[in-house]
């Protein structure tokens, strides 16, 4: 079966420090991966996501940016966090329509 | 006009009651509708997924689609304490190029 990690779960950053945030897929190959951000009582807003190694989708102009160097790996990274970046960052991934999210990471940026 | 539309509430209901949440949408190229249910502070599950127009029942959970109202709901029968999350709609077309969540709503069963 298939599961999908995210770590760290919980993360306290100043402004103006950088941002890594990974996210791991195990049991499929060549999934569409995806980010997406939850700000608190708001809906799921899709930021990024990827078909392939190096195929890189943004949907949202912001500070933000991604990586996919590995089939099963998708990276967020920012190099200066902004007060507004709080929220909570959930990877998710598909083989065909539906998307299977992770367990999500909390970033609070003071 | 947002392509997916969903009362954020919050819902709170006795255990035991029935619950009725939905979504409205816009775009016909949706076929394919989901609902998932986000527990605090965790990622969503998919719950329940359907194809086109109709229902589909799974223990104590319904999903109707009503494509002629563009209208889906999720029923929750002899609801739990253990039913409170939050639940979000989801909507895709055939191609999966146009997927879409509702802003979920929340439940909250009093026991």
Redo the contacts between chains.
Sequence with gaps: SQTIH?WPATLVQPVGSPLSLECTVEGTSNPNLYWYRQAA????QLLFYSVGIGQISSEVPQNLSASRPQDRQFILSSKKLLLSDSG?Y?CAW?G?????????T?LTVL | QKEVEQDPGPLSVPEGAIVSLNCTYSNSAFQYFMWYRQYSRKGPELLMYTYSSGNKEDGRFTAQVDKSSKYISLFIRDSQPSDSATYLCAMSSNTGNQFYFGTGTSLTVIP
Excluded at chain 1, 41 to 44: K, M, P
Excluded at chain 1, 96 to 104: E, V
Aim: charged fraction near 15%; hydrophobic fraction near 35%.
């Design positions: 995210q009582g708001r809906g799921l909570f959930l598909s065909g329509l539906y998307r299977f999210f992770g367990p999500g909390r």
